[in-house]
């Protein structure tokens, strides 16, 4: 027996009653329910220093996971501090295999891939080179095109990547989320947020520069099998507390990600958890998500 069960039943005979132990037992497991079960697990670690090791192990384990059941993994990347954090922690890991990893982006700037504003660029620069993705594993948008034509040609190339679903699957997205609650190139209150029938869509007035964009919508991000945000820093807390214990108005960006059968993080440190009263875990560094 257990060390901790013969603890337990001794504290039990010594201090409660039958009706206190069944309240107990209901207590954690409405607590279990609430962190875990609700189908999103907010995540905080002390500071971002911490944070990212945490999120490279989750990042190899849906791999780990994916390879084994379909061959591939496919992985959803944004820009924003994503770009240093995983280009410093995913080659960190020992024996990390990237040879069938498919990587697309859950948005990008429509700018030259040379020009500092290429997500692709950063990535190519900070992490590609560093770990042994093939440049056919990787899905990029044409620069050279009318955003409205990048769109289409993006779409097109994410359902030749993804040839037998009618909206391609993702194994893993990471995201990020503005100070305004915009995730992906979805800003509040822009129509794009109500579209149903694009997978991709071209977006020219962008309130945050580069204006032109082009992004996954809602239907092709709720789709993934796991969403990952990323959120760190004290200037995210007012918008963390709207997105993820609720506010005035409609729904922020961020806040209408729910994957519709897959899993969804919020990894936070400490500063961007600041204001939050709902029920979070504290795993420590060594976090296995
Ligand atoms: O395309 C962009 O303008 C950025 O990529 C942006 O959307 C970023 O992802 C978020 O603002 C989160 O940024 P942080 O990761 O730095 O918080």
């Known amino acids: 027996m257990s060390p901790l069960l013969v603890h337990w039943l001794i504290l039990k005979q010594l201090f409660f009653d039958k009706h206190q132990v069944r309240l107990i037992v209901l207590q954690v497991y409405c607590l279990h329910k609430t962190v875990r079960m609700s189908g999103r697990r907010v995540v905080v ?67 030259p891939f040379n020009d500092g504003e290429s997500t692709y660029g950063l990535y190519k620069n900070q992490l590609f080179s560093k770990i042994n993705i093939p440049d056919s594993g990787v899905l990029v ?43 992906c190139s979805l800003f509040p209150d822009h129509p794009l947020l109500e579209e149903t029938q694009k997978i991709v869509a071209p977006i020219d007035d962008s309130p945050k520069p580069p204006p032109q964009r082009v992004t996954m919508t809602f239907p092709m991000v709720n789709l993934a099998r796991c969403v990952v945000f990323v959120s ?49 875990e504290r795993p420590g560094s060594a976090a296995k998500l």
């Open 232 to 280: 760190t820093g004290g200037s995210k807390a007012p918008v963390l507390k709207q997105v993820l214990e609720g506010g005035e108005g409609p729904a922020l960006p961020a806040a209408r990600v729910v994957p519709s059968h897959g899993e969804l993080f919020w990894l936070i440190d400490e500063p961007a958890a600041a204001s939050l009263t709902l029920q979070v």
């Open 141 to 183: 948008i044409d620069p050279s095109l009318s955003v409205q034509e990048c769109a289409e040609d993006y779409a097109r190339k994410l359902k030749e990547a993804f040839p037998k679903e009618d909206i391609p699957v993702f194994d893993l997205l990471l995201l990020g989320m503005g100070p305004d609650g915009h995730t």
């Open 45 to 111: 670690f002390p500071s971002a220093a911490e944070l990212g090791p945490a999120l490279a192990h989750l990042v190899a384990s849906r791999a780990d996971k994916a390879l084994l059941d379909h061959g591939r993994f496919s992985l959803g990347l944004s820009g924003g501090s994503l770009v240093s954090m995983l280009s410093k922690e995913l080659p960190a890991l020992p024996d990390l295999d990237c040879s069938h990893w498919l990587a697309g982006f859950c948005d990008e700037r429509l700018v």
